[in-house]
């Protein structure tokens, strides 16, 4: 069955019966019956005729009125009671003529075509001797304000060369007339003149201001001006407030003050106007109930609800006229409410009032008549009685049900503050006699507002009260919050205060939708993310585009990225700069321990081939190799594997130095010292075949002495280069997220300079091992330094590239340099040194005297005589078989000569018995020293 008007109108009467509040009956219609209940305008109105007295849910008969009553005499009549009253109001010319409120207004202004408006002040020009009344006592009051009397209390003329006529007080409602299209304007003029013509005698003065807005030449204040002119003024200032807390209008609209003049059209427009910056979802909204109530239908009929969150004024906010029926819309709303208590004891005083003890109050019978709808007997006719029949007889009650206005508060503290101003004045004027004083006849304003200014006490709401410096009362505001408590079930609940200046707000007690615990977020651009800047949108300081800085750039200002010097980076969070960690060849890293490892062993195979030749020092392989010259070799290696320990150590001037002069020196003692002994074999060779005469610097001291010259030409070349690009340790940026502490020579390559020398002894000692390959066998170690020069030229050709590639590299680049020059001095020590320590560990037997040549080409015979001291050449004819002699002048020699004497397939070197040789097809090749420590390559 569904309810009709008069069902819902019963349930109505049964909860007020039933002693129901309002707001609790029309919550109990809405949960039962959602979009089928009565609004709560209806639930109000009943309540309203039930307190009067009312009984019947029925409609009151009407008496019927024809059709249309807009006739002439109904015209003629509206238009006499014009004349007769100027004032004359709607009410009272439905009452007199009892024709509706339409057809009134129809004949008002289609027919009659009057206005009602306001009379004007007319300003009459002062004359002389007014305007030097008024600067005499302008200077007066600046005189009390200078010397401290009067620092808050002004007594204001007219600011300008005019003079404001005085007239009887009354309401701008009051001041209204009716005035035909033919007439001119009203006016308000009183031309007697009076010597108080002050339009403010004393107030508070405000220190601050929110805008100044000049008035126009020839325009009134009125409410046309006061919207169109000075409230945009007054709002540009508040935009001006919002700036400085980075809080953008993205769209302002005006809403017209009475909702029944404007259509859902021109609250539609605003909406969709909203609507067109989706992503300025707050509104902050300044209205009445009435004007915000018709956004929010709006707001429901564009399909807009949830996507706005709204920020109330106290003129809306908790009016059943706006979120009654569209709690949907409404829903999340924050607004602020002055705070105030109830009044103690007015609730008793005002229900214990009526027409016979209240006669004080001549517009108390008014509402009772309103109140009980009743007339009073012996009223007049107002617009609260003229439609009831029923007579009030003084015993109805003010029952419970009556709404007190929540800002009663307010008046009270108001009345207390004059009432303590006056007792204090006169207590301190009147010394506390009883009665008025002559100092308080009459009072003077000034001295009371001095006192006004000072009071202090506790109001009937309990609340503490005094003026502020600027005159205003105590700032306290309630922070309230429409929020949905359950499904389906809303409230308003209070989330914080504002009080003495400082806010309080409870954000956990906030819940802006139901389905959406999230705080809304109102922006016309979101915050941008970590290490990027904004590009603010042309004359929009809210609106931006987000770029990102580069991975080597901070934001130093939000709209400016700015490059970090090289060897620094951006922290996490692109404010700052930071120091990159060094990068160098660390001893625990695992290039350094491998370089290490391989040059340790080294050095320990070095160390031990010292040890075997100095313990076998006077055996022949050890004398035949040369011993000088081989300790300088190992020395050289040792240096080779040793100033690995020096490239891995961390960069500094110093140990750059020493790496610089270092890496070219030990390539120059390892290989000077083989340029010389290839050298020599060389010469003895070339030399032999060429005469008898012994080759020169063959000797020891001679070899040490060329190897000392090869030497010094290295540490020489290479003081002058430390002199000219001195060693030093620099910050190598090879990308600017890296930062390489490494030696100055190894990044412009100029280590390279460093091993040129070293290369020309290579070139050579390999040119020299060509030269010497075919030499006897017997001198076979030519073979092996041969075999050396060729392997390091090839280890050589591949470190120069390698070297190249890895500059930017610095652990790769020393590694390679270690190993290349550990791996040059390892390939010396192996060829040169493995064969004789082969003989002189696993074959002693034989490290022993022997046959020095083999198999050498028969080309000639020779018939030497020898001496000690000298040998005589004798030709024998080619190809002869005869036996030839060799003869000594003296074999008493206690050191025979030794011969060296190719004979036909056979080489023979040995004492000559006897002084004298015999060979067959021989050739002597050479006659070496009568020293056999000499018999050596």
């Given at each position: 069955?569904?309810?009709?008007?008069e069902?819902?109108?019963?349930?109505?009467?049964?909860?007020?019966?039933?002693?129901?509040?309002?707001?609790?009956?029309?919550?109990?219609?809405?949960?039962?019956?959602?979009?089928?209940?009565?609004?709560?305008?209806?639930?109000?109105?009943?309540?309203?005729?039930?307190?009067?007295?009312?009984?019947?849910?029925?409609?009151?008969?009407?008496?019927?009125?024809?059709?249309?009553?807009?006739?002439?005499?109904?015209?003629?009549?509206?238009?006499?009671?014009?004349?007769?009253d100027?004032?004359v109001?709607?009410r009272?010319?439905?009452?007199?003529?009892?024709?509706?409120?339409?057809?009134?207004?129809?004949?008002l202004?289609?027919?009659?075509?009057?206005?009602?408006?306001?009379?004007?002040?007319?300003?009459?020009?002062?004359?002389?001797?007014?305007?030097?009344?008024?600067?005499?006592?302008?200077?007066?009051?600046?005189?009390?304000?200078?010397?401290?009397?009067s620092?808050?209390?002004?007594?204001?003329?007219?600011?300008?060369?005019?003079?404001?006529?005085?007239?009887?007080?009354?309401?701008?409602?009051?001041?209204?007339?009716?005035?035909?299209?033919?007439?001119?304007?009203?006016?308000?003029?009183?031309?007697?003149?009076?010597?108080?013509?002050?339009?403010?005698?004393?107030?508070?003065?405000?220190?601050?201001?929110?805008?100044?807005?000049?008035?126009?030449?020839?325009?009134?204040?009125?409410?046309e001006?006061?919207?169109?002119?000075?409230l945009?003024?007054?709002?540009?200032?508040?935009?001006q407030?919002?700036?400085?807390?980075?809080?953008?209008?993205?769209?302002?609209?005006?809403?017209?003050?009475?909702?029944?003049?404007?259509?859902?059209?021109?609250?539609?427009?605003?909406?969709?106007?909203?609507?067109?910056?989706?992503?300025?979802?707050?509104?902050?909204?300044?209205?009445?109930?009435?004007?915000v109530?018709?956004?929010?239908?709006?707001?429901?009929?564009?399909?807009?609800?949830?996507?706005?969150?709204?920020?109330?004024?106290?003129?809306?906010?908790?009016?059943?006229?706006?979120?009654?029926?569209?709690e949907?819309?409404?829903?999340?709303?924050?607004?602020v409410?002055?705070?105030?208590?109830?009044?103690?004891?007015?609730?008793?005083?005002?229900?214990?009032?009526?027409?016979?003890n209240?006669?004080r109050?001549?517009w108390f019978?008014?509402?009772?008549?309103?109140?009980?709808?009743?007339?009073?007997?012996?009223?007049?006719?107002?617009?609260?009685?003229q439609?009831t029949?029923?007579?009030?007889?003084?015993?109805?009650?003010?029952?419970?049900?009556?709404?007190?206005?929540?800002?009663?508060q307010?008046?009270?503290?108001?009345?207390?503050?004059?009432?303590?101003?006056?007792?204090?004045?006169?207590?301190?004027?009147?010394?506390?006699?009883?009665?008025?004083?002559?100092?308080?006849d009459?009072?003077?304003?000034?001295?009371l507002?001095?006192?006004l200014?000072?009071?202090?006490?506790?109001?009937?709401?309990?609340?503490?009260?005094?003026?502020?410096?600027?005159?205003?009362?105590?700032?306290?505001?309630?922070?309230?919050?429409?929020?949905?408590?359950?499904?389906?079930?809303?409230?308003?609940?209070?989330?914080?205060?504002?009080?003495?200046?400082?806010?309080?707000?409870?954000?956990?007690?906030?819940?802006?939708?139901?389905?959406?615990?999230?705080?809304?977020?109102?922006?016309?651009?979101?915050?941008?993310?970590?290490?990027?800047?904004?590009?603010?949108?042309?004359?929009?300081?809210c609106?931006?585009?987000?770029?990102?800085?580069?991975?080597?750039?901070?934001?130093?200002?939000?709209t400016?990225?700015?490059?970090?010097?090289?060897?620094?980076?951006?922290?996490?969070?692109?404010?700052?700069c930071?120091?990159?960690?060094?990068?160098?060849?660390?001893?625990?890293?695992?290039?350094?321990?491998?370089?290490?490892?391989?040059?340790?062993?080294?050095?320990?195979?070095?160390?031990?081939?010292?040890?075997?030749?100095?313990?076998?020092?006077?055996?022949?392989?050890?004398?035949?190799?040369?011993?000088?010259?081989?300790?300088?070799?190992?020395?050289?290696?040792?240096?080779?594997?040793?100033?690995?320990?020096?490239?891995?150590?961390?960069?500094?001037?110093?140990?750059?130095?020493?790496?610089?002069m270092?890496?070219?020196?030990?390539?120059?003692?390892?290989?000077?010292?083989?340029?010389?002994?290839?050298?020599?074999?060389?010469?003895?060779?070339?030399?032999?075949?060429?005469?008898?005469?012994?080759p020169?610097?063959?000797?020891?001291?001679?070899?040490?002495?060329?190897?000392?010259?090869?030497?010094?030409?290295?540490?020489?070349?290479?003081?002058?280069?430390?002199?000219?690009?001195?060693?030093?340790?620099?910050?190598?940026?090879?990308?600017?997220?890296?930062?390489?502490?490494?030696c100055?020579?190894?990044?412009?390559?100029?280590?390279?300079?460093?091993?040129?020398?070293?290369?020309?002894?290579?070139?050579?000692?390999?040119?020299?091992?060509?030269?010497?390959?075919?030499?006897?066998?017997?001198?076979?170690?030519?073979?092996?330094?041969?075999?050396?020069?060729?392997?390091?030229?090839?280890?050589?050709?591949?470190?120069?590239?390698l070297?190249?590639?890895?500059?930017?590299?610095?652990?790769?680049?020393?590694?390679?340099?270690?190993?290349?020059?550990?791996?040059?001095?390892?390939?010396?020590?192996?060829?040169?040194?493995?064969?004789?320590?082969?003989i002189?560990?696993?074959?002693?037997?034989?490290?022993?005297?022997?046959?020095?040549?083999?198999?050498?080409?028969?080309?000639?015979?020779?018939?030497?005589?020898?001496?000690?001291?000298?040998?005589?050449?004798?030709?024998?004819?080619?190809?002869?078989?005869?036996?030839?002699?060799?003869?000594?002048?003296?074999?008493?020699?206690?050191?025979?000569?030794?011969?060296?004497?190719?004979?036909?397939?056979?080489?023979?070197?040995?004492?000559?018995?006897?002084?004298?040789?015999?060979?067959?097809?021989?050739?002597?090749?050479?006659?070496?020293?009568?020293?056999?420590?000499?018999?050596?390559?």
């Amino acid at each position: 069955m569904e309810l009709n008007r008069e069902h819902f109108r019963a349930i109505i009467f049964h909860n007020f019966r039933r002693g129901l509040s309002r707001q609790e009956c029309f919550d109990e219609l809405n949960s039962l019956y959602s979009d089928k209940a009565p609004s709560y305008s209806t639930v109000k109105n009943w309540y309203n005729e039930f307190n009067r007295g009312r009984c019947s849910i029925q409609d009151e008969s009407r008496v019927g009125r024809p059709k249309s009553v807009v006739v002439p005499e109904k015209i003629n009549a509206v238009r006499e009671l014009i004349k007769q009253d100027r004032h004359v109001t709607y009410r009272e010319i439905e009452a007199s003529l009892d024709i509706s409120m339409t057809s009134i207004n129809k004949i008002l202004h289609e027919h009659l075509s009057v206005k009602k408006i306001c009379s004007r002040w007319i300003p009459h020009n002062l004359t002389n001797a007014q305007k030097t009344a008024r600067v005499d006592w302008c200077k007066e009051m600046l005189e009390k304000y200078i010397q401290g009397t009067s620092k808050a209390v002004y007594n204001i003329y007219t600011g300008d060369e005019s003079w404001i006529y005085a007239y009887e007080p009354e309401t701008k409602q009051q001041s209204t007339v009716w005035v035909f299209q033919d007439e001119a304007k009203p006016t308000k003029v009183v031309r007697g003149r009076s010597t108080s013509k002050q339009m403010i005698a004393c107030f508070f003065g405000i220190n601050g201001h929110v805008a100044t807005v000049a008035l126009e030449q020839r325009r009134t204040v009125n409410s046309e001006w006061y919207t169109t002119i000075c409230l945009p003024e007054a709002f540009t200032v508040l935009e001006q407030l919002l700036s400085k807390s980075e809080i953008c209008i993205a769209v302002k609209e005006r809403l017209t003050k009475d909702s029944g003049v404007a259509g859902d059209s021109y609250y539609d427009s605003i909406v969709q106007k909203l609507m067109a910056k989706p992503s300025a979802r707050g509104v902050i909204i300044f209205g009445s109930d009435q004007e915000v109530a018709g956004v929010m239908r709006a707001v429901r009929r564009n399909n807009c609800t949830g996507h706005f969150t709204w920020i109330g004024s106290d003129g809306w906010s908790a009016r059943s006229l706006v979120f009654a029926g569209h709690e949907d819309q409404v829903e999340g709303t924050v607004s602020v409410q002055p705070r105030a208590h109830p009044v103690q004891g007015f609730d008793a005083y005002f229900q214990s009032l009526g027409v016979h003890n209240n006669t004080r109050n001549p517009w108390f019978t008014e509402f009772w008549e309103h109140f009980f709808n009743c007339r009073w007997p012996g009223s007049t006719v107002t617009p609260y009685n003229q439609h009831t029949k029923t007579f009030c007889n003084g015993e109805e009650m003010i029952g419970p049900a009556y709404e007190v206005e929540k800002q009663l508060q307010f008046v009270s503290d108001s009345v207390l503050a004059f009432a303590y101003a006056l007792k204090n004045l006169h207590e301190e004027q009147c010394g506390g006699r009883p009665g008025i004083c002559a100092k308080m006849d009459p009072i003077d304003g000034a001295m009371l507002l001095g006192y006004l200014k000072n009071v202090t006490f506790r109001g009937l709401s309990g609340d503490e009260f005094q003026f502020s410096e600027n005159g205003d009362g105590p700032a306290r505001y309630n922070i309230i919050h429409f929020k949905q408590i359950s499904p389906g079930n809303y409230k308003w609940i209070r989330v914080g205060e504002y009080r003495d200046g400082e806010l309080q707000l409870s954000l956990s007690d906030i819940r802006f939708r139901w389905e959406e615990p999230d705080m809304p977020i109102s922006a016309c651009s979101l915050p941008c993310s970590i290490g990027q800047a904004k590009k603010y949108v042309e004359g929009s300081k809210c609106c931006w585009h987000c770029f990102n800085c580069t991975k080597y750039q901070i934001l130093r200002y939000e709209t400016t990225c700015y490059d970090c010097p090289l060897g620094f980076l951006p922290n996490a969070e692109h404010t700052q700069c930071e120091r990159i960690p060094l990068q160098y060849m660390r001893l625990d890293s695992y290039w350094a321990i491998g370089v290490m490892i391989f040059s340790s062993l080294g050095i320990v195979i070095t160390l031990f081939v010292i040890i075997v030749f100095i313990k076998h020092h006077d055996t022949p392989v050890v004398k035949a190799s040369g011993r000088e010259l081989s300790y300088v070799l190992l020395g050289g290696i040792f240096l080779c594997y040793a100033i690995t320990f020096l490239l891995v150590q961390k960069p500094s001037d110093i140990k750059c130095g020493a790496q610089k002069m270092g890496i070219g020196l030990c390539f120059t003692i390892v290989y000077s010292a083989v340029l010389t002994k290839t050298n020599r074999i060389d010469r003895i060779f070339r030399c032999g075949a060429r005469s008898t005469k012994r080759p020169s610097f063959i000797s020891p001291k001679s070899q040490l002495f060329i190897c000392g010259v090869i030497v010094s030409i290295q540490v020489i070349f290479s003081a002058m280069w430390m002199g000219f690009s001195p060693p030093k340790a620099i910050l190598y940026h090879p990308s600017p997220d890296e930062s390489h502490l490494v030696c100055a020579a190894s990044i412009d390559a100029t280590y390279m300079v460093a091993f040129a020398y070293p290369m020309v002894l290579i070139l050579i000692c390999t040119v020299y091992a060509i030269l010497t390959r075919k030499i006897p066998e017997a001198f076979n170690e030519s073979k092996y330094i041969g075999f050396t020069m060729y392997t390091t030229c090839i280890v050589w050709l591949a470190f120069i590239p390698l070297y190249f590639t890895t500059t930017d590299h610095d652990e790769i680049n020393v590694f390679t340099m270690s190993v290349t020059v550990s791996l040059s001095a390892t390939v010396t020590l192996f060829c040169l040194f493995t064969p004789k320590l082969y003989i002189i560990l696993l074959h002693p037997d034989k490290n022993v005297r022997q046959p020095l040549m083999n198999h050498s080409k028969y080309t000639g015979s020779n018939d030497i005589r020898v001496t000690p001291n000298k040998a005589e050449r004798t030709t024998i004819s080619e190809g002869s078989l005869e036996t030839n002699e060799v003869t000594c002048r003296s074999s008493a020699s206690p050191n025979p000569p030794r011969l060296l004497v190719t004979c036909g397939t056979q080489t023979t070197s040995d004492i000559i018995p006897a002084g004298i040789a015999r060979c067959v097809s021989c050739t002597v090749i050479s006659t070496l020293r009568n020293d056999e420590d000499n018999m050596r390559l």
